[in-house]
């Protein structure tokens, strides 16, 4: 039995330092509840989650209720799988209820872990409040270093969200830092992935009719400037700190950002209707809508601008004029309808068209026919078949997809 012991332990220290291999050498031939927990770890790391899901819920089920610790930790390995395989639609009462059991019986590492793992689902449909409140609740200076890292990369995913680029680069480092201490080589190479993503470019700006890529600390102090800006990722205008949003007002929105692209020379009235309304020809009756389209928007940003008619059509005329550019763009990376669904994708990871439609917060039927068009025109490609199928698509080339995650900047 000792001999026995010996190789769990073996085992999960070869686990610990980032090798499977060396673990299922100790446990691959033994059925034991504590070696097919291990086993299904093991297997997890080198990315056979359905084969490790299938162990773990076995060894959970032979754990039973007379060793509720061992059990509860097989839930949170089983919930941290489908996580990684973004698996969204997992029991969530059944991991609340294993971080409950561990805390009462006083592994509060692993508790600790569990709701790590419920944050980081949270955080994958963006909200950010509920986010920032949970993480609140835990001290990350009583963590092991592996928890520790994934509290700060945690931090990083929120200031991402919110345009707080500083912030962001200040979780990295602590977490880069706390990964290189620890010798924990697959988190280094995680974290140097996530130094890519923050230096990428994130978006297209518009100034002065010419267009260029820019970074997030770009974005960030472009919202803090007093420059006009016109954020096509969120469908607002904003100056400062005062924003509003015309997300549902379409219409208005793209005849204020056809006259953002424009400035500072006037819009003519043929390019307004044929892109803000899709006008093959102008009448007098397109003509007519144009004006009091025109009118509807010029009342809802008198804070920011004017908008003057001209011989050949409207022109943009913010009031606040200091600055040589003072009227600017925000575009996307790409404009495609599915962007949001490219969005998660980009992350590199697979994903069901539930777990999609969990982190959008809305219809699988919508998801699946956006992952159908999308498919068709090779921008997104299928893995596996029926229940098992998972979709997975390559970011476009030089960009990251920030501006589009779920988890938006609030607006006024």
């Known amino acids: 039995m000792a001999v026995m012991d010996s190789l769990i332990t073996a085992a999960a220290r070869a686990l610990s330092a980032g090798d499977p291999l060396g673990a299922l050498k100790c446990v691959g031939l033994r059925d034991d509840p504590p070696a097919l927990a291990l086993r299904g770890i093991a297997l997890a790391q080198l990315e056979d989650f359905d084969r490790a899901r299938a162990l773990l819920k076995r060894a959970a089920r032979d754990f039973g209720t007379s060793e509720p610790v061992a059990r509860a930790r097989c839930v949170i390995a089983e919930a941290e799988i489908a996580l990684v395989s973004r698996d969204l639609g997992w029991a969530e009462k059944a991991l609340d209820n294993a971080r409950q059991t561990l805390e009462r019986c006083g592994d509060h590492v692993n508790a600790a872990h569990a709701r790590q793992l419920e944050i980081r689902r949270i955080l994958l449909t963006g909200r950010l409040e509920q986010v920032e409140r949970m993480l609140g609740e835990i001290n990350p200076d009583i963590l092991p270093p592996i928890l520790q890292i994934s509290h700060e990369m945690i931090l990083f995913g929120i200031a991402v969200r919110r345009i707080q680029a500083g912030a962001a680069r200040a979780a990295l480092e602590r977490a880069n830092h706390l990964a290189h201490t620890a010798n924990l080589p697959v ?70 950002r056809i006259l953002g692209e424009s400035w500072p020379k006037d819009a003519s009235r043929d390019s307004l209707l044929s892109r803000a309304f899709g006008a093959r020809y102008a009448d007098e009756t397109h003509r007519a809508r144009l004006r009091v389209e025109i009118g509807r928007l010029r009342k809802l940003i008198r804070a920011f601008a004017n908008i003057t008619a001209t011989s050949s059509g409207f022109i943009l005329k913010p009031k606040s004029i200091e600055k040589y550019q003072s009227v600017m763009v925000l575009l996307p990376p790409m404009e495609d309808k599915n962007a949001n669904i490219l969005a998660l994708l980009a992350d590199g990871e697979a994903w069901s068209s539930s777990a999609l439609a969990i982190a959008l917060d809305t219809s699988a039927r919508t998801v699946q026919r956006a992952l159908e068009e999308l498919a068709y025109v090779g921008k997104v490609q299928a893995i596996g078949r029926g229940r098992a199928r ?22 006024d």
């Open 390 to 411: 998972r979709w997975t698509s390559p970011s476009p080339p030089g960009f990251t997809t920030t501006l589009l995650l779920p988890g938006r900047l609030p607006v």
């Open 187 to 256: 988190l280094i190479t995680e974290i140097e992935k996530a130094y890519v993503t923050l230096n990428a470019p994130v978006a297209r700006l518009i100034a002065m009719g010419e267009e260029r890529l820019v970074i997030l600390q770009e974005v960030q102090d472009l919202m803090a400037s007093d420059i006009l800006v016109i954020d096509a990722c969120r469908y607002s205008v904003r100056q400062g700190q005062l924003a509003i949003s015309l997300s549902t007002r379409p219409v208005l929105f793209n005849l204020l």
